[in-house]
């Protein structure tokens, strides 16, 4: 018979949703502080089951290398690197808290999540050559990209990506930049073995099968949540000090909950993805890099499409995509309430405008739903132009919130970025949104941290910390050349990435 007495606990920090970002968020504050007491809880009955599952996102470990979405043209034809610059900052910001863990065996060997794999941008036609070009000498005067190869020349864009070329005119204008120290990130597989760590430590409890029902403020310095376990029923109430909700699309409606001033005004907008996935091994073996294409003209920032070989579960894979779609689910074991669920009186103006101002997305979102099979192979042959059918079947992707938020010009807008929500007293954090998300995960956790714990994270034995597990901590490697050039080849080195 059930139990029917409700459990109750008492911790320093929640962490809701067992994904990249709460996993990451519970390693730096168990580093910086080792007797911190933690407690996770998760829906689903595994780790990193949502968006940071290997086929729920695009696992390139976004680095600004070849999405050409990150370096905008402006009206006089200029190209803006500022957020392609910050982006590669982060990643290396990542790429070096990674190195640390492996080197203290926190984490097991690194070709279980991360592999080398070159990364390039694909172009044709006169004024897409153009863009490039410009994008390339832009990006290349900046040390983080400086490595960069731009060509124009057909045999040389055969030799780097056969897949993409063969069957091609060769009189065609085309185009390709091309980074050889891109990575391919399984961050399902990272996330997991955080955990893993994560669970042996002193002061950690993860909860899966348990699902958030109520989050209140108890007094001035706590939060109280009231959990449910899916699998036996057992109700509990868990008081903390700290709160960080990064359950993914699932952030939202558990924001609503909490009922703070800063989330007023924040809405979501559900968007689902799909991907061709290649089945053919002799095609998967000829394709061994990233390409990311441009998107065609009115398209929003997430239909760029790439052709991606990938590695997953130990298993060479070759993707093409994304295919947009549109569900009102928020997350990919969701329920189609979620969408009607969370609009309220607080959002709800900021989403009617958003969405007047945002029809071209809803277009865009409409044609996707109605494309047939042949579409989606002839969308495949404008990169791979011997693509044949047989060789290709539809594999469901991860699902998407992309933020709508409040804005005082423009009523309410769409934010296709990451967005950190904080209190003012810094008791509770929600992470919304999605791409770069993953790739930068450290750099928005090392950021929440000094934005949440602003008296620790001030000392000076937790910025002594941060700059063991992060040499470049205060830093810009993008300023730095020297520094930058030491730490790439120290990370490529403990990461196994020059194999």
Not at 59 to 69: K, P, Q, R, W
Not at 223 to 240: N, P
Not at 399 to 406: A, G, L, M, W
Request: contains cysteine.
């Amino acid at each position: 018979m059930l139990d029917t007495k409700t459990i109750r606990s008492n911790t320093e920090v929640v962490l809701i949703g067992a994904g990249i970002m709460s996993a990451t968020l519970g390693l730096i504050l168990k580093e910086l502080q080792p007797d911190i007491k933690i407690q996770i809880f998760e829906r689903l009955d595994i780790a990193a089951a949502e968006s940071s599952d290997a086929w729920n996102n695009a696992g390139t470990g976004h680095s600004a290398f070849c999405e050409l979405n990150y370096t905008p043209e402006a009206e006089d034809g200029s190209i803006d690197p500022k957020k392609a610059i910050s982006i590669a900052e982060s990643f290396e910001v990542s790429r070096q808290f990674w190195t640390y863990l492996v080197e203290q065996n926190k984490l097991p060997s690194p070709e279980k999540f991360i592999k080398s794999i070159p990364h390039m941008s694909f172009v044709w036609g006169e004024k897409n050559v153009e863009y490039l070009k410009k994008r390339f000498e832009t990006l290349q005067a900046n040390q983080l990209f400086k490595d960069m190869v731009f060509s124009t020349d057909f045999a040389q864009l055969k030799e780097w990506m056969p897949l993409v070329m063969d069957g091609r005119d060769a009189s065609e204008k085309v185009a390709a930049t091309a980074m050889a120290i891109g990575t391919d990130v399984n961050f399902g597989e990272l996330t997991r073995n955080i955990f893993t760590y994560l669970s042996k430590l002193e002061g950690v409890t993860i909860h899966y099968n348990h699902e958030v029902r109520k989050i209140k403020r108890h007094d001035d310095a706590k939060w109280r949540l009231k959990i449910t376990d899916l699998a036996s029923g057992q109700k509990m109430k868990v008081y903390t000090k700290f709160l960080f909700i990064g359950a993914g699309g699932g952030s939202l409606p558990l924001l609503e909950k909490a009922d703070v001033p800063e989330g007023e005004g924040y809405g979501g907008f559900p968007v689902s993805g799909q991907w061709l996935k290649c089945i053919n091994p002799e095609v998967i073996a000829k394709h061994k890099v990233k390409v990311y294409g441009k998107a065609s003209v009115g398209t929003p920032p997430m239909s760029v499409p790439h052709i991606d070989s990938r590695m997953i579960n130990g298993e060479k894979q070759l993707l093409f995509g994304p295919f947009a779609g549109f569900s009102t689910r928020f997350l990919k074991n969701g329920s189609y309430s979620d969408l009607p669920l969370s609009i309220t009186t607080d959002n709800i103006f900021p989403m009617i405008s958003a969405g007047l101002k945002n029809i071209p997305l809803t277009k865009y979102l409409i044609e996707q739903v109605r494309q047939s099979p042949e579409d989606r192979m002839n969308a495949l042959r404008e990169y791979v132009p011997g693509a044949e059918s047989k060789d290709w079947v539809i594999e469901r992707a991860g699902q998407r919130v992309q933020v709508i938020k409040r804005d005082k010009k423009e009523g309410g807008i769409l934010e296709f970025g990451t967005e950190v929500i904080a209190t003012e007293d810094g008791s509770l954090s929600v992470l919304l949104g999605a791409s770069p998300g993953a790739s930068t995960a450290v750099s928005i956790m090392v950021d929440l941290v000094g934005r949440c714990f602003k008296d620790q994270f001030a000392s000076k034995e937790w910025q002594d910390k941060l700059k063991v597990m992060i040499p470049s901590h205060g830093q810009k490697l993008n300023e730095n050349p020297e520094l930058s050039d030491q730490i790439r080849k120290h990370t490529a080195e403990v990461l196994k990435l020059n194999q």
